[in-house]
């Protein structure tokens, strides 16, 4: 989908601001940072430029940059960074799954989404949840705080209460992608005065669809046939798809009975 500009055409002003003549930001169409963030602050109130930073240093986006160092993004670059924050917003994704998701092609809204009729008339399901080995990158406690802009405090909770359980390496704790992404998102929840004691529920509800999962497949997940496994893993990920989806739609079924 194409980005909107925050105003008719591109802000003259950010062009200039980047090193570029503004005839020659016109007719490529390339937008500052800054006219990013306003082009899409309607949709995401939340998007600020160290956000877009982020995404850049997490290899998501991949800006021009001009012979002064400042960032120029095409209308391409906008729809891919809209496209990652909706995958954020909607399906929770965390980034390693974005990026694969982007790898593989998936732009804007043309990608299936879940539940859609497939060919055959059966219902696929795409898997917005990944169980396989990830990236394997650790970031200590001062990154996770700097990057996700949580409190310690609320860091140190959620390994109280078994939300996070991070990794000592030479008396430094680590933690990895997936729990740096719940850091963030508990983060967001705090904002709203959610404590590390308010998570048991989500923890105990993720703890019991695990074992539900488990129990459906644990043979073929057990099994020494490579092949077997591998269809196993692909079918866990395919139902976790499903249980994440079914959630969704029974939260928002009480929702609207609350704003009624």
Same mark, same amino acid.
Request: charged share 30%; hydrophobic share 40%.
């Given at each position: 989908m194409a980005a909107q500009a925050p105003q008719a055409g591109v802000?003259? !002003?950010? !062009?200039?601001? *980047?090193?570029?003549?503004?005839? @020659?930001?016109k007719r490529q169409k390339s937008l500052t940072i800054g006219a990013v963030c306003k082009a899409l602050a309607q949709e995401f109130p939340d998007i600020s430029i160290s956000k877009i930073r982020y995404?850049?240093?997490?290899?998501?986006?991949t800006p021009r940059r001009t012979p002064g160092g400042y960032r120029l993004y095409t209308q391409g670059d906008v729809a891919r960074l809209r496209t990652i924050l909706r995958m954020q917003r909607d399906e929770f994704l965390p980034l390693r799954v974005i990026r694969q &998701?982007? *790898? *593989?092609?998936r732009a804007g809204d043309s990608a299936p989404i879940p539940g859609r009729t497939g060919r055959d008339g059966v219902r696929s399901w795409r898997p917005s949840v990944s169980v396989r080995e990830s990236t394997g990158a650790l970031?200590? @406690?001062?990154d996770v705080l700097? &990057?996700?802009k949580a409190e310690g405090k609320l860091v140190r909770e959620l390994e109280e209460y078994g939300v996070v359980k991070g990794e000592m390496r030479g008396g430094v704790r680590y933690f990895d992608e997936t729990e740096r992404e719940i850091i963030a998102a508990v983060a967001e929840l705090a904002r709203y005065g959610v404590g590390g004691r308010n998570l048991r529920v989500f923890r105990s509800s993720a703890d019991r669809?695990?074992?539900?999962? %488990? %129990?459906i497949l644990a043979p073929a997940l057990r099994s020494r046939n490579? &092949?077997?496994?591998?269809? *196993?893993? &692909?079918?866990l990920e395919n139902l976790a798809a499903v249980a994440t989806h079914l959630k969704h739609l !029974? !939260?928002?079924?009480?929702?609207r009975k609350i704003v009624r």
């Amino acid at each position: 989908m194409a980005a909107q500009a925050p105003q008719a055409g591109v802000d003259d !002003l950010d !062009l200039i601001a *980047a090193g570029e003549p503004a005839d @020659m930001g016109k007719r490529q169409k390339s937008l500052t940072i800054g006219a990013v963030c306003k082009a899409l602050a309607q949709e995401f109130p939340d998007i600020s430029i160290s956000k877009i930073r982020y995404l850049e240093d997490q290899k998501l986006l991949t800006p021009r940059r001009t012979p002064g160092g400042y960032r120029l993004y095409t209308q391409g670059d906008v729809a891919r960074l809209r496209t990652i924050l909706r995958m954020q917003r909607d399906e929770f994704l965390p980034l390693r799954v974005i990026r694969q &998701e982007l *790898a *593989a092609g998936r732009a804007g809204d043309s990608a299936p989404i879940p539940g859609r009729t497939g060919r055959d008339g059966v219902r696929s399901w795409r898997p917005s949840v990944s169980v396989r080995e990830s990236t394997g990158a650790l970031y200590s @406690m001062d990154d996770v705080l700097e &990057e996700t802009k949580a409190e310690g405090k609320l860091v140190r909770e959620l390994e109280e209460y078994g939300v996070v359980k991070g990794e000592m390496r030479g008396g430094v704790r680590y933690f990895d992608e997936t729990e740096r992404e719940i850091i963030a998102a508990v983060a967001e929840l705090a904002r709203y005065g959610v404590g590390g004691r308010n998570l048991r529920v989500f923890r105990s509800s993720a703890d019991r669809e695990a074992n539900l999962l %488990q %129990q459906i497949l644990a043979p073929a997940l057990r099994s020494r046939n490579p &092949e077997r496994r591998k269809e *196993a893993v &692909e079918a866990l990920e395919n139902l976790a798809a499903v249980a994440t989806h079914l959630k969704h739609l !029974l !939260l928002i079924r009480d929702l609207r009975k609350i704003v009624r």
